[in-house]
């Protein structure tokens, strides 16, 4: 029987991802409709925590963009980015795993890829080579950002033994290595340009020669542009502060764990960044003059709205299928986890393929890591795991760059999965949790 609920699983996952936009979010119902009412299986709980961080996080980023703190950093990236154009496969992945680092989102990035493909071209550096490990470091980017809702979903999923600065203090030393690393092997990827033939078939076209030369020229800036952004850091900074003191928190009696208050009586990390992000969406727009009207539509505004469902309807799902199979699934990878505990990243990996979530999958799958008694230091080391999304080319930061890339050098191959981020993504990612066992024997 779990076999074919876990195909009926699968099946939902592959249309919905075919589908996109909210089509994982809508199979996800589907599936779950039918594991409730044919399989009486009994309903998990919904991801609520999670759904209320993506809302909070990416309506905060959607006013910033709205005040032009988007447009202001971008410009800041651009100049780094150009000022070492030579660097570009360095300095483009180190940009945009900054970006979502500060962000708490992959999204964050769209405005910079084409700066990216950009420079690149002048420069007669093959645009795939800094764009594909670009991508991959803006996913490495969200285990490693303080106000993700992957990593708010890793903390409240732990009963209180992996705090904040656990994260932060193994994570980010661990992405960046595992981002060096897919520098590593991007550095030289495939043909230069000038050697290309088919970028120099291209060039042939005197239109497609004059449109590479060209730079866009940017609009002035929002009054409130450099405002909003120092509000947005403030906020951030905040919630660090936060999580690396709680005692700075308010206390409660103990009592029933809810969604803000765990049962210890001490609010939980997602609540705060709920709380501290809303509140400087709210300073950005009294204070930089921004209309509500913007915000809700500003393109991060609909991409989080777009995320939100999908992660309703098919971790709702997910979860449901662990619940009812809790028991099968533990007996089946108990004594290979607790004998090898790294083996438990190569879970976390296969499933984000197909869930297209860091967070989904951490709120999926971790409580799994957990019941299996692995440490949780662990747990923390093989978090980079859960960036598995590029494998199949269809998230939105893949396309995106594929698009962006004029000379057609980022690519999906004739096979799916042969494409230009396969090869950066599993290296970055495999580092990244080695580097992260490192990092947790010493940090721990």
């Not at 651009?78 to 070492?84: G, M, Q, T």
């Not at 951030?236 to 700075?248: E, K, M, N, R, W």
């Not at 709920?274 to 509140?279: D, F, G, K, P, T």
């Not at 108990?334 to 297209?356: E, H, K, N, Q, Y």
């Given at each position: ?245 709680p005692g700075l928190l308010p206390s ?34 009294i204070f930089c003059k921004t209309s ?96 598995g999304d590029f494998v199949l080319p ?51």
């Amino acid at each position: 029987m779990i076999w074919i609920q876990f195909a009926i699983m699968l099946a939902a996952i592959l249309v919905g991802a075919r589908m996109k936009g909210i089509g994982l979010g809508v199979m996800g119902m589907v599936a779950l409709v039918i594991f409730i009412f044919f399989f009486r299986m009994r309903p998990a709980e919904p991801p609520i925590d999670v759904m209320l961080i993506i809302l909070a996080v990416v309506s905060t980023a959607a006013a910033l963009q709205a005040a032009g703190g988007m447009d202001y950093l971008v410009r800041l990236a651009e100049k780094i980015l150009r000022s070492k154009p030579s660097l570009i496969v360095l300095l483009g992945p180190f940009v945009t795993y900054i970006f979502t680092l500060f962000a708490g989102t992959a999204h964050i990035t769209y405005s910079l890829l084409p700066i990216i493909e950009e420079v690149s071209v002048q420069k007669r550096i093959r645009p795939e080579r800094a764009l594909s490990i670009s991508v991959i470091a803006a996913h490495l980017g969200i285990t490693a950002s303080p106000i993700s809702a992957a990593t708010a979903a890793m903390i409240s999923l732990s009963a209180g033994k992996i705090d904040l600065l656990h994260i932060l203090k193994i994570c980010i030393p661990a992405t960046i290595i595992g981002i060096l690393a897919g520098v590593a092997v991007c550095w030289k990827k495939g043909k230069d340009l000038e050697k290309d033939p088919a970028f120099l078939e291209l060039m042939k076209d005197p239109e497609f020669a004059k449109e590479l030369e060209v730079t866009k020229e940017y609009k002035p800036l929002l009054p409130g542009a450099k405002l909003s952004v120092l509000i947005f850091g403030l906020a951030v900074l905040l919630i660090v502060l936060v999580g690396a003191f709680p005692g700075l928190l308010p206390s409660f009696e103990p009592g029933n764990a809810g969604l803000t208050v765990d049962a210890k009586g001490h609010i939980k990390m997602a609540a705060v960044i709920e709380l501290v992000m809303l509140a400087a969406a709210a300073g950005i727009m009294i204070f930089c003059k921004t209309s509500a009207a913007s915000v809700a539509k500003a393109s991060l505004f609909t991409a989080g709205g777009q995320a939100v469902i999908s992660i309703f309807g098919v971790v709702w799902m997910s979860a449901t299928f662990m619940l009812a199979n809790d028991q099968a699934i533990e007996l089946a990878l108990g004594d290979m986890v607790r004998a090898a505990p790294w083996t438990f990243s190569i879970a976390l990996f296969v499933l984000s393929m197909l869930l297209f979530s860091q967070a989904a999958t951490t709120k999926a799958l971790m409580p799994l890591g957990v019941a299996l008694g692995i440490p949780p230091a662990y747990l923390v080391a093989m978090f980079p795991a859960v960036n598995g999304d590029f494998v199949l080319p269809g998230y939105p930061t893949l396309l995106t760059a594929i698009n962006f890339d004029r000379t057609g050098s980022t690519h999906i191959g004739k096979y799916l999965i042969n494409h230009s981020f396969m090869i950066p993504g599993l290296v970055a990612v495999a580092v990244s949790v080695m580097a992260g066992f490192f990092f947790a024997g010493i940090f721990w």
